[in-house]
């Protein structure tokens, strides 16, 4: 597969230390190490007993956080930090629905679910996907926030229908800003599919083509299971996904997703949560595969855990498992629940719904557990300190 | 009137109990959020409905609506319901 490298975007390799933000079901913890990666300390709770499914650095200052929390009595809410934890203020208005008209009924918000900043030439401008399916944005590093009206008004993409169907209202599955261009957007929403912006938000196009479903669609544009969405940052015409119904990629000269697991072994199968790619080669991508059979019970495949790394786009997958357990662990890794560092070699990360959050600092050939005894991890995102 | 908050809204009023004003349910939740920026939200929702798991009493008695009319000396209990195993 022909792909266009940006030599002038591509970083160097991180040498600083490395901050793991791990959000779960009974608040945030920060796992924290020096350069070497060997000797993690953690950090928190904190908003102990809040439900945080994300927590985000932002790579444009090293120093903001922004936290997506709720507790199962109070609202969803968003905290943001400007010294790295150490202290919080709540934004001064959080993400909401407009409140309908007398007589129509109005959307109201579950939770907050996935935090990502925008593009590098707009410093403090931060998007925020929302359950059920909504978009807002923040132009004031998570302070206000304003809805993004071409999604939330727009009746293709937030159907009330469905909305209401996945446990904890229909959710997203990734927001990304091309890195050449802050009006082109993408993205992925469960039950619905990829979109792309062009003018940063305003309006969406599907991009399913290729894309497989298990069940009837009205619109073979709309309604396709995303699960996880990423753009490659040095291949920006390059997307992959873990969807419902498998593993593909998107080079957008061919026009449509490919489904790259068809290659993984047949006893595994390559239904997941989530997807993470090599920040410097965009051939490079992890997944870590569930259990897609029968019922669906949302474990790791046997109880045998394991990562699959491809480094050729898709062509071939290698299964990484030195390290974790052999046999009856039954935890998952959910969509958000997997990270990648920019050292090198890659260290690659994931939370388990059992508390655990690994680490490996050979780009997943071993695998060590950094921390036990956490509650059922939601997210993990690596990040470098400034 | 007396307002006795739950733990869960500590980290916004502070104390177990303070005093607002209002003619309705709605002014005085509002008068509490001018004070206390943000309690309002984790409470009622954008459609102003009370949050599913938050029950309000007025007098020892639920209040279903935030139009709910107010008298300096009722006394309102906002109680995070007991849910979960």
New interface residues.
């Given amino acids: 597969v022909a792909v266009h490298l940006d030599a002038t975007r591509a970083p160097l390799p991180s040498t600083g230390e490395v901050v793991l933000l791990v959000g779960t079901r009974k608040g945030a913890f920060f796992l924290r190490s020096d350069r070497t990666r060997t000797d993690w300390q953690l950090h928190g709770p904190h908003f102990l007993g809040n439900i945080v499914h994300h927590a985000v650095l932002d790579p444009r200052d090293g120093r903001t956080i922004l936290v997506a929390a709720r507790?199962?009595?109070?609202?969803p809410?968003i905290f943001r930090s400007t010294d790295l934890g150490e202290t919080w203020q709540?934004?001064?208005t959080?993400p909401?629905?407009?409140?309908?008209a007398e007589g129509e009924t109005?959307?109201?918000?579950q939770h907050v679910f996935w935090l990502a900043p925008g593009h590098v030439s707009e410093p403090g401008v931060w998007y925020a996907g929302v359950a059920p399916q909504g978009l807002f944005r923040s132009e004031d590093a998570g302070v206000t926030w304003e809805g993004v009206a071409g999604f939330n008004q727009n009746a293709n993409l937030v159907n009330v229908d469905m909305q209401d169907v996945p446990p904890g209202a229909a959710t997203f599955s990734g927001i990304i800003v091309d890195p050449r261009d802050a009006r082109h957007m993408y993205i992925g929403l469960s039950g619905i599919g990829v979109f792309e912006s062009t003018d940063q938000g305003a309006s969406w196009l599907p991009l399913n083509k290729g894309c497989q479903a298990d069940w009837p669609l009205e619109d073979p544009d709309y309604g396709y299971d995303t699960h996880c969405l990423r753009l490659h940052p040095l291949s920006p015409d390059r997307l992959y996904q873990q969807n419902h119904c498998g593993i593909y990629r998107l080079d957008r000269a061919e026009g449509q997703w490919v489904r790259i697991g068809e290659a993984m072994p047949r006893e595994t199968g390559d239904i997941g949560f989530p997807i993470v790619l090599h920040p410097r080669d965009p051939d490079t991508a992890w997944v870590f595969p569930m259990d897609g059979t029968s019922v669906w019970p949302r474990t790791n495949v046997a109880g045998k855990p394991a990562a699959y790394v491809t480094r050729n786009a898709g062509e071939t997958w290698t299964r990484q498992d030195n390290g974790l357990p052999r046999q009856q662990a039954w935890w998952n890794v959910k969509r958000q629940g997997m990270s990648v560092d920019a050292h090198d070699p890659i260290g690659v990360y994931f939370g388990t719904t059992n508390g655990e959050v690994w680490g490996s600092r050979d780009e997943g050939q071993t695998w060590t557990c950094l921390v036990r005894d956490l509650p059922e991890v939601f997210s993990v995102e690596a990040a470098e300190l400034a | 009137m007396k307002v006795r908050v739950p733990t869960h809204l500590r980290a916004y009023i502070g104390s177990a109990e303070v005093e607002a004003r209002g003619a309705s349910l709605d002014e005085a939740l509002a008068d509490l959020d001018r004070r206390y920026a943000g309690v309002r939200f984790r409470i009622v929702d954008e459609q102003d409905d009370i949050r599913e798991h938050i029950k309000i009493f007025v007098n020892r008695r639920q209040v279903l609506t935030l139009a709910t009319p107010l008298h300096p000396t009722d006394t309102i209990q906002i109680v995070a319901a007991l849910s979960g195993g």
């Fill in positions: 507790t199962g009595h109070l609202g809410t709540e934004a001064a959080p909401r629905f407009p409140k309908a109005g959307r109201k918000m």
